[in-house]
């Protein structure tokens, strides 16, 4: 076996020590479980609530002792098996002499939160001498032409203030084919081939310059790396649901991330945004066919991530999880809606694995396990569901069985040694990775960072609370996902709400009906069986409560610091460019972007670049909309329309004398009148579209 290898038997050894921990909980579980069942309830209902109740006792068993790995890995100052052990910081030469692009595909985001952060990132890597060598590259997917008109503006404008040497590009998809991969596959098919790796953002990542040199240094050192992922922390909270997100990435994620890069070692999985990828293989290896399958399992591969990780381990690639690199970061939604719409695509994707787990073959076991943890995240809500359908129909077998904890476990006869010890069991696969995370953060001397010792304690009793109370909506929710896509239904794939809460009038449309679900439910449980509705509140209440509880959690608090992070005292470099820079300087005042386009009088950086002009039934159909668009404004044309007339600086320039000499009853006077009003304030600078590679024409880019 070569050197390269030598973690596999390492891996091994540690798989099969959780396996056989995971198993041997498990069994004690269902051992204690099936004493506490009453003997008058049916053979069939009993073989399915221990079938159900072993897989979840096994799936928060997992969490746990992957909780354990990660402390014991971190009391010994890290795994001397990962690669930032085994690869020291000066031990590479030039760090940034391979060529690297940084990527970051975008879809209808907040372009100035967005592109903020990304300028930071420049920056960062310029203060550090760095940012010559590294080549960054807009990615859009928007469509609204108000949208992406503005990510243009803005990208060129920081092109502008960086100064030339600055290799900052922008590039927007005319068609929109397999989401983000398909965007990211786009970028590889044009400009792959002159880059040995590839650093992917997502559209809240921030990396700092000392993370990016660390991962190319990594990739440098070690050929057999296809994919380094780091572990992002979450920066940048404000609302109180993002700073509990925070405060639970910064406190506990620290274990969960050591334990999985422990076991995982070199076949860790991607999480599809900051990490680094070696071009050349991916492009080799990990390109994505359409599903063909039935229904959800048709079309395109919605979380791609893991399955490229997956690939990328049987073309014999190894894929790390680096949790020692300090400097990578992302946001966390602000609300709960905007979590659960998350979640709602995360879901549909995930499920889409079982079919590929089912027709993909030669896959590495550490991958297929990986793709089934992924499965099994959201499918453990429906389960979680019928598990306490089925512990109310078997306690109502027996007069004297009432349930002992709800969503833990069924029914227990009082005073059960059995049961007493079943919910000891629980509790500690619950909440003991939360013990364990205080207890490594006060024996590494880091609880000053959280300030002290006893608000570590309490806000991660309040986080607790908060965990517990959003579990039951979760539950629901998720089943409701988990439902919408095995029915097929289709789902939005947009840009995320990154900064804004969540009005009292929108939680209750959001949540109106889980709610009337759930008093529903609550109303039947009293009815059918009163003994029960005592052990069900726990459950219902939280969902009962969810708009009230989302519209607060959604609000900025205004008093101190909630949940300090380490983060709120010492401030990472990248974090505090992000926060200062400013939005774009060119102010459109009160018009839209596209009749900003429209009506300017500075057409030198839109008609300079090099587009074919229209002929024949294009150059016919483009005057009828820009006929159309002169008559009856911008609302009487979709945002295709609308993109199609920017994209041709001809038909642009047509409407732009049409909208100078609109008559009085025209859309257009109207937005002149607004022109004139905002240049009161401020005269327009001019729009301009950023540089594409040197190379290539723009029409070539475009194409």
């Not at 397999?178 to 590839?198: P, V």
């Not at 992924?374 to 306690?395: D, H, M, N, T």
Request: some cysteine; charged content about 15%.
């Amino acid at each position: 076996m070569s050197s390269s290898d030598s973690w596999r038997p390492v891996a091994l050894r540690r798989r099969l020590l959780l396996a056989l921990l995971v198993a041997a909980q498990t069994l004690v579980g269902m051992l204690l479980f099936s004493q506490t069942v009453p003997e008058q309830a049916g053979s069939v209902s009993i073989a399915a609530l221990l079938t159900v109740f072993g897989v979840l006792f096994a799936w928060i068993g997992v969490g746990f002792w992957t909780a354990v790995f990660g402390f014991v890995a971190l009391r010994f100052s890290g795994d001397a098996w990962s690669l930032s052990r085994r690869v020291k910081p000066d031990g590479c030469g030039e760090l940034l002499s391979a060529s690297t692009a940084v990527v970051m595909p975008i879809c209808h985001e907040p372009v100035q939160h967005t592109l903020g952060g990304l300028k930071a990132i420049i920056q960062d890597l310029g203060q550090k001498g760095q940012a010559r060598v590294v080549d960054f590259y807009v990615l859009s997917d928007s469509r609204d032409p108000d949208i992406w008109l503005e990510e243009q503006a803005t990208c060129e404008q920081i092109r502008r203030e960086l100064g030339p040497h600055q290799h900052l590009f922008y590039r927007r998809r005319n068609v929109n084919l397999n989401y983000k991969s398909g965007n990211i596959a786009d970028f590889l098919r044009r400009w792959g081939r002159r880059y040995r790796y590839m650093v992917v953002l997502d559209a809240d990542s921030l990396l700092s310059a000392n993370c990016i040199t660390r991962l190319i240094q990594l990739m440098e050192a070690r050929p057999e790396a296809g994919i380094i992922q780091t572990t992002p922390r979450l920066a940048r909270a404000e609302t109180r649901f993002a700073r509990l997100q925070q405060f639970a990435n910064r406190c506990y994620g620290r274990l969960y991330s050591a334990g999985l890069a422990a076991i995982q070692l070199g076949e860790a999985t991607y999480w599809g945004h900051n990490a680094i990828i070696r071009v050349a293989p991916f492009m080799a290896h990990c390109g994505l066919r359409k599903l063909r399958g039935p229904g959800l399992f048709r079309g395109p591969v919605l979380s791609h991530d893991f399955i490229e990780a997956a690939l990328m381990g049987r073309a014999g690639y190894e894929v790390w999880l680096e949790p020692a690199i300090a400097g990578s970061f992302e946001e966390s939604p602000p609300t709960l809606e905007d979590d659960l719409v998350r979640d709602r695509r995360w879901c549909r994707g995930n499920l889409q694995h079982l079919w590929l787990l089912a027709t993909m073959g030669k896959l590495r076991l550490a991958h297929r396990m990986a793709l089934v943890t992924g499965i099994l995240s959201y499918l453990a809500s429906p389960l979680w569901l019928v598990f306490l359908g089925l512990s109310g129909f078997v306690a109502l077998a027996g007069p004297s069985a009432t349930p002992a904890l709800p969503g833990v476990m069924a029914t227990t006869e009082a005073g059960s040694s059995a049961g007493a010890l079943l919910v000891a069991m629980t509790a500690l696969l619950l909440f003991g990775p939360r013990l364990l995370a205080v207890g490594d953060h006060w024996l590494a001397g880091r609880t000053a960072r959280f300030g002290g010792l006893f608000r570590l304690c309490a806000n991660t009793l309040l986080e607790t609370l908060a965990a517990l109370a959003l579990a039951p909506i979760r539950m629901l929710v998720h089943t409701l996902h988990v439902v919408q896509a095995v029915l097929n239904l289709n789902v939005g794939w947009q840009g995320q709400n990154r900064s804004v809460g969540l009005s009292q009038g929108l939680s209750l449309r959001h949540y109106g009906l889980l709610l009337a679900s759930a008093a529903a439910g609550l109303t039947l449980i009293y009815w059918h069986a009163p003994t029960l509705t005592p052990w069900a509140l726990p459950v219902m209440a939280p969902v009962l409560l969810a708009p009230a509880l989302a519209c607060w959690l959604g609000r900025t608090p205004r008093l101190g610091t909630w949940l300090q992070v380490p983060e709120d005292e010492q401030t990472t470099r990248v974090i505090k460019l992000a926060e200062t820079t400013g939005p774009l300087s060119h102010d459109p005042g009160r018009l839209s972007w596209f009749e900003q386009v429209v009506v300017s009088p500075v057409f030198a950086g839109i008609s300079d670049y090099d587009a074919l002009p229209a002929t024949g039934k294009k150059a016919r159909a483009l005057a009828r909309l820009v006929d159309r668009c002169a008559i009856e404004g911008k609302q009487a044309l979709s945002h295709r329309e609308l993109s199609l007339i920017c994209n041709h600086p001809e038909a642009l320039k047509a409407l732009h004398c049409r909208a100078w000499h609109a008559s009085h009853e025209s859309p257009w006077r109207e937005v002149l009148v607004r022109m004139a009003r905002s240049l009161e304030r401020r005269p327009p600078a001019p729009v301009s579209l950023p540089r594409q590679p040197a190379d290539l024409t723009w029409a070539e880019a475009a194409s």
